[in-house]
């Protein structure tokens, strides 16, 4: 069975072109932005750039493509510009990744800037049936990250992302992204293979395996319970390789598409190096 391993892509030039730069270092599963991250809003996609993305000859060795939203939104906003900003371009970037045919756009759910955890929680919920409300066609799914719990960010914890879930009118449209380096940062024991079979029986309990959609395979910088989003390579930080090893050998994650996120140049080298890391362990443990 194909391993769905890859990492976060560039579209500069196209999303057409984030397939390419995927499918030279070998990836199985990609993970893109939908338009510039770091702007609220963008033109909408053209006939010739969803063809361009959708029939690229190289998009067949892809086997999961999936996108992330933008770093500006936040649903829990507390400024009504702010939030209705988020609003809209949350719904923007799911029309695009549905024009794309992905599966999901995976979302930070929020921070509730000092509102605090339940009113925050609420917002976000309401926000999200809100969005459905105006795009009730789109298929594209929006699937909830676990965070490190940075500041006053929601979802460092699995019963955060669970009361979102359990809170929408439409739960069905929802699903989770877990994060190796975040979980770990907000305080999930991962370092050993008992702990983290633990953490995910855990998450099984509380979210729900089949609520899993994808997983980015980032190691910490920060340690344990810090609470400080900080990405390092595979083997370079924190966490240990048992976690690493465990979900690239647990056969429940097989069809799970498993994604880096982590510092890297135009040649995409370091992506390259922590894809063979990641690959060892399977040979490793067989």
């Known amino acids: 069975m194909t391993t769905l391993l890859g990492a976060h892509m560039s579209i500069a030039g196209g999303a057409h072109m984030a397939i390419e730069r995927a499918c030279s270092i070998q990836c199985t599963a990609m993970q893109i932005f939908v338009k510039n991250n770091m702007q609220w809003f963008a033109r909408p996609l053209s006939a010739e750039e969803v063809r361009a993305f959708l ?4 998009r067949c060795q892809l086997a999961s493509i999936f996108a992330h939203a933008n770093y500006l939104i936040n649903l829990a906003a507390t400024n009504p510009q702010f939030h209705a900003n988020s609003l809209r ?4 970037e799911l029309i695009r990744a549905d024009q794309f045919e992905l599966p999901f756009l995976v979302l930070h759910p929020g921070a509730h800037l000092g509102a605090g955890e339940e009113a925050g929680l609420e917002k976000i919920a309401a926000s999200i049936d809100a969005i459905w409300r105006v795009i009730p066609r789109v298929k594209t799914k929006i699937a ?7 500041g006053s960010c929601l979802g460092h914890r699995f019963e955060e992302i669970a009361q979102i879930i359990n809170k929408v009118r439409e739960p069905e449209r929802l699903c989770v992204c877990l994060d190796t380096a975040h979980i770990f940062a907000a305080g999930y024991d991962i370092s050993s293979e008992s702990a983290v079979k633990k953490t995910f029986r855990e ?24 609470r ?4 390092a390579h595979i083997g ?9 090893r465990f979900i690239m050998n647990d056969r429940r994650f097989s069809k799970i598409p498993k994604v880096l996120e982590t510092p890297k140049g135009k ?15 399977i040979a490793q443990s067989s």
Do not use: C, W, Y
């Open 55 to 58: 029939e690229h000859q190289q």
């Open 89 to 92: 371009a949350l719904a923007e």
């Open 144 to 150: 909830l990250e676990t965070t490190a719990g940075q």
């Open 203 to 226: 998450f099984d309990h509380v979210i729900g395996r089949p609520r899993l959609a994808a997983i980015h395979l980032n190691d910490s910088k920060s340690a344990r319970g810090s």
């Open 228 to 231: 400080v989003d900080r990405h």
């Open 236 to 244: 370079k930080g924190e966490i240990g390789p048992a976690a690493f």
């Open 267 to 281: 040649q995409m080298k370091e992506d390259v190096v922590n894809l063979r890391r990641l690959r060892k362990l």
